[in-house]
């Protein structure tokens, strides 16, 4: 484990840097993101490359380190009573309202693909709910060609994923855990830029948006869930993060998680 | 209060491992061994057992076989903490009656992630 004079660093480092708050306690946050940089600049340890920080070698290292610091934190299954509601309650009374139909999910903003993969071990626990499509989009390449990978660290496998679920769909392979083929070749993934125009996206039955938002200002945020609400089919849901606001073109669809309908505009109720 | 009691070998571990419990509002009681525990056990069930595998004496396979036989030793739940990273290992403590599995070295957020998923966090 890093130590903690040097997670302090790191910490100090990010604050100064971009006013990032990074906690010093998160060892296992810490290692993972700065581990791959520190091997792609050719460190032999992510001390070594902290050290380096230290001693400020080469300033493009230090924002090369928050900017890596800054990603958003993913792991499997975050919320994990959202997951459950989704596979025991939401996606069966879709499914059958679609009839021969088949669902399509698409989780919008997925970092690194842990929450769509963590959905697809559950559908892939459960069959018999008809044909399921899944889809996941992310701004950034280099996430999804990690989310694509289906490799995560030792400490990545740890957040969030029960040990069940790990030794049922996981193969260790080297120092990484390699997500089933089966499992991930349920997903399709594409770059999407959520601040375009998502008209062109296709449509689809559930949308999980559920931690770009957090991360955009308002205006932005606003643009984003208009164009969520045009990607949405009709009687589709959306999921969004806990502490969203869905804005007025959303109602919410249960009272006790972050599901939300599209409101029906005045054209359409009126027909 | 939930209690906790840590199993390892290691004083240092056991040491980390209660600040971490301690923090997440856990009573935290330390036994150095599977016998250790037994014994601990046999006295009193608590709510939580973080278990290291490799152990003299008794080690943690053995003791987990050994509480799942005992009168209400099905109710704590006994998470697995070792350095055995190997999914076939894991398989191995899952199957003998342990409900969790943390690989070493571990932190905080990952100790408080399994007990949440188990229902011991309120």
């Known amino acids: 484990m890093i130590p903690i004079a040097d997670r302090d660093f790191v910490s100090a480092l990010c604050l100064a840097r971009a006013g990032l708050k990074v906690d010093p306690e998160k060892a296992y946050l810490i290692e993972s993101r700065l581990s791959p940089l520190a091997r792609r600049e050719c460190f032999s340890s992510t001390e070594a490359f902290i050290d380096a920080l230290r001693h400020e070698v080469d300033d493009r290292l230090a924002w090369a380190a928050v900017e890596a610091m800054a990603l958003p934190e993913s792991e499997f299954f975050r919320d994990h009573r959202v997951f459950s509601q989704l596979a025991e309650e939401v996606i069966p009374v879709l499914a059958r309202s679609r009839g021969l139909e088949p669902l399509r999910i698409w989780s919008a903003g997925c970092g690194t693909g842990q929450e769509i993969y963590s959905l697809a071990m559950l559908l892939a626990d459960a069959p018999g709910l008809g044909k399921i499509e899944l889809f996941a989009s992310d701004l950034s390449e280099r996430s999804l060609e990690k989310a694509q990978s289906g490799r995560y660290s030792q400490f990545e496998v740890q957040r969030g994923l029960p ?45 999980l948006c559920r931690s770009a938002l957090s991360q955009l200002a308002p205006e932005a945020g606003a643009r984003v869930l208009g164009g969520l609400h045009a990607a949405l089919a009709p009687d589709g849901l959306l999921v969004l993060g806990q502490n969203d606001s869905a804005g007025k073109a959303f109602v919410r669809a249960a009272p006790d998680m972050s599901l939300y309908a599209a409101t029906r505009d005045a054209a359409r109720s009126v027909a | 209060m939930k209690t906790c009691l840590v199993v390892d070998d290691s004083r240092v571990i056991r040491k980390v491992s ?26 009193v069930m608590p709510d939580a057992i973080l278990l290291d595998w490799r152990m003299p004496a008794m080690d943690g396979l053995e003791f987990v076989k050994k509480l799942r036989a005992a009168p209400g030793g099905e109710a704590p739940k006994v998470v697995f903490c070792s350095v055995e990273n190997e999914i076939e290992a894991i398989r191995e403590a899952l199957d003998a009656g342990a409900d969790e599995y943390i690989m070493k070295p571990f932190d905080g957020g990952i100790v408080a992630g399994k007990l949440d998923y188990l229902g011991l966090l309120a």
């Open chain 1, 163 to 207: 040990a069940r679920m790990l030794v049922r769909h996981f193969e260790k392979d080297g120092e990484s855990f390699a997500l089933s083929p089966r499992v991930r070749q349920m997903v399709r993934w594409r770059r999407v830029n959520l601040m375009d125009d998502l008209s062109r996206v296709g449509q689809y039955d559930l949308i």
């Open chain 2, 18 to 43: 209660r600040r971490i419990l301690e923090d997440l509002g856990f009573e935290v009681a330390e036994a150095s061994d599977g016998v250790e525990a037994m014994a601990w056990c046999t006295a």
